[in-house]
């Protein structure tokens, strides 16, 4: 057994010769991994690489074919969530697990209740309390979560594993649905649990964050362990050539766009969360970025204009016409589409087979010559699928079977398939790794060159300044600042609009 240099202790987490398969797919092939007391281990790999995978052994959510697992020098069992918790491990995994209709604390601490009646009631409250303190953010605490953001229900899912103990916390991309600052307050959070030796496996696709937080890296590739390496040995270059196995130049693809006259022209768009009405446009082949905080309005904003909130006042006009839009179905008919955040809530349905929900926002074309279309669809389907690397085996898989930034490739290839005049992109890189980013890049801007008006609201500042011709950022319902001239601005002009 390896011992730490430094302690003799053995290290905390050791699994060796991990083999997982799934029907049709060897999802891990002998992988061994190992992390120190307060150790923070970054996990990459391209989509479908079997980092979740190797996870889940480690939550009790599936159990390896082969292989075995130690926690502190003891082998362990890992074969149900409660077994995890007892080896000390907490989970937060990709798609989440909290009760949609309990609120945050009730289900930090569901399944562990102290004590009866009122006092146990109040004294969890008062504990979770202080938890969500202690990260920074704010979370109400009666709200049910299924009320709550992505970001906000995910600070519930950390404060969950902290309120558990754990000596060992694993994240799925923790990262995904947060903003810079919120990341910034995990990273306090993290640093905090490497002090009280509390080791971490972090898993994300953000290549500065693995930079900034972790000690030492493990790549996954194919369900194999590729190699280990300390963080400081290596560069975004290496790093990125370990996890695709050859060389990408670019993070952005070389495009020059043709601007012509505003196609979208909103006036006064308002929200029940809005204090004002917004007002601004979109040009025949533009990309304008959104970005802001969490809580910024962005996504109320997509919603708006696509129908799915209810607009309190303003108007939307496409080309010259007004639009009178109040259901998404009225927008998709109008030329209109979105491309959600929420890809489990909004997005798709994990029952239906990836070539099914790909064809699903085309239902009502679907109801005559259904054979025929089926076909084409099937190809067209194929087709973004190989575009897309997709990872799966074959377009009848089910969607709920595929990896997380593989079910965000199919909810892209859905949308991108539609012939939509406006393109409003909700995060349309989360979850996914940079060589299918920069796929990802290229089809938005075949879009624009194509003369359709684009909106993309993204929280990575480096795709908002890589993509955009325009930038709006917003605070709080209100447009706080628009940033014209995209070549020449930074991170920290969008970042002091954005906390305006
Ligand atoms: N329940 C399942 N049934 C069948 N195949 C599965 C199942 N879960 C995962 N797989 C397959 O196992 C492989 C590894 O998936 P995994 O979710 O571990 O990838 P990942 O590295 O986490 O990717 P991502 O970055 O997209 O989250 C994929 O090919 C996936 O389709
Ligand atoms: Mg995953």
């Known amino acids: 057994m390896a011992r730490s240099a430094l302690t003799g202790k053995p290290p905390l987490l050791e699994m060796h010769g991990i083999d997982k398969s799934y029907p049709g797919v060897r999802a891990l092939d002998g992988v061994s991994l190992s992390v120190q007391h307060g150790e923070v281990v970054a996990l990459l790999g391209e989509n479908g690489a079997g980092k979740s995978t190797l996870i889940k052994m480690l939550g009790g959510a599936h159990q390896p074919d082969r292989g075995n697992i130690r926690v502190a020098g003891e082998e362990v069992n890992i074969d149900s969530p409660a077994a995890a918790?007892?080896?000390?491990?907490?989970?937060?995994?990709?798609?989440?697990?909290?009760?949609?209709?309990?609120?945050?604390?009730?289900?930090?601490?569901?399944?562990?209740?102290?004590?009866?009646?009122?006092?146990?009631?109040?004294?969890?409250?008062?504990?979770?309390?202080?938890?969500?303190?202690?990260?920074?953010v704010d979370v109400p605490m009666d709200v049910p979560c299924g009320q709550l953001s992505v970001a906000q229900q995910q600070i519930v899912e950390i404060v969950k594993a902290l309120s558990q103990n754990a000596r060992l916390i694993v994240m799925d991309e923790p990262s995904a649905a947060l903003t810079t600052q919120e990341v910034a307050c995990l990273f306090d959070i993290i640093?905090?649990?490497?002090?009280?030796?509390?080791?971490?496996?972090?898993?994300?696709?953000?290549?500065?964050?693995?930079?900034?937080?972790?000690?030492?890296?493990?790549?996954?590739?194919?369900?194999?362990?590729?190699?280990?390496?300390?963080?400081?040995?290596?560069?975004?270059?290496?790093?990125?050539?370990?996890?695709?196995?050859?060389?990408?130049?670019?993070?952005?693809?070389?495009?020059?766009?043709?601007?012509?006259?505003?196609?979208?022209?909103?006036?006064?768009?308002?929200?029940?969360?809005?204090?004002?009405?917004?007002?601004?446009?979109?040009?025949?082949?533009?990309?304008?970025?959104?970005?802001?905080?969490?809580?910024?309005?962005?996504?109320?904003?997509?919603?708006?204009?696509?129908?799915?909130?209810?607009?309190?006042?303003?108007?939307?006009?496409?080309?010259?016409?007004?639009?009178?839009?109040?259901?998404?179905?009225?927008?998709?008919?109008?030329?209109?589409?979105?491309?959600?955040?929420?890809?489990?809530?909004?997005?798709?349905?994990?029952?239906?087979?990836?070539?099914?929900?790909?064809?699903?926002?085309?239902?009502?074309?679907?109801?005559?010559?259904?054979?025929?279309?089926?076909?084409?669809?099937?190809?067209?389907?194929?087709?973004?699928a190989k575009r897309l690397n997709i990872k799966m085996s074959h377009s009848q898989q089910l969607v709920g079977n595929l990896s997380g930034g593989n079910q965000q490739k199919v909810v892209l290839a859905k949308w991108l398939q539609r012939n939509a005049e406006v393109v409003i992109f909700d995060e349309p890189t989360r979850g996914v790794d940079v060589g299918s980013k920069y796929e990802i890049y290229a089809l938005i801007n075949e879009l624009a060159k194509q003369g359709k008006a684009i909106i993309m609201i993204s929280s990575e500042l480096p795709e908002i300044l890589g993509m955009s011709d325009r930038i709006l950022v917003m605070h709080e319902g209100r447009i706080t600042g628009t940033i014209q001239d995209t070549a020449a601005a930074t991170q920290e002009q969008i970042m002091e609009f954005a906390a305006q």
């Not at 949609?100 to 009646?117: K, S």
């Not at 607009?311 to 927008?331: E, F, K, N, Q, Y």
């Open 191 to 384: 640093r905090d649990l490497k002090r009280r030796n509390i080791g971490v496996i972090y898993i994300s696709h953000r290549m500065d964050e693995i930079f900034q937080i972790s000690d030492r890296v493990a790549v996954l590739r194919d369900g194999q362990l590729v190699g280990t390496a300390p963080t400081g040995e290596l560069d975004r270059k290496r790093l990125i050539e370990m996890m695709v196995g050859r060389n990408i130049e670019e993070e952005f693809p070389e495009t020059t766009r043709q601007l012509g006259p505003a196609r979208l022209v909103v006036r006064g768009l308002k929200h029940a969360k809005f204090p004002v009405g917004l007002d601004f446009e979109v040009r025949r082949g533009e990309v304008l970025g959104v970005t802001g905080l969490i809580g910024a309005g962005r996504t109320e904003l997509a919603r708006l204009i696509f129908g799915a909130d209810h607009l309190v006042g303003g108007s939307v006009t496409l080309d010259g016409t007004p639009l009178d839009i109040r259901s998404p179905r009225d927008a998709i008919l109008a030329g209109i589409c979105l491309l959600t955040e929420d890809r489990k809530q909004q997005g798709l349905i994990m029952g239906a087979s990836i070539c099914e929900n790909f064809g699903l926002p085309n239902l009502s074309e679907l109801s005559y010559g259904g054979f025929v279309r089926g076909r084409q669809e099937r190809v067209a389907c194929d087709s973004y």
């Open 85 to 136: 918790r007892l080896a000390g491990i907490g989970v937060i995994f990709q798609e989440f697990n909290l009760v949609p209709e309990l609120a945050p604390w009730e289900n930090i601490f569901l399944g562990r209740e102290t004590g009866f009646g009122f006092v146990r009631r109040e004294t969890e409250r008062w504990r979770a309390a202080q938890l969500f303190q202690q990260t920074g």
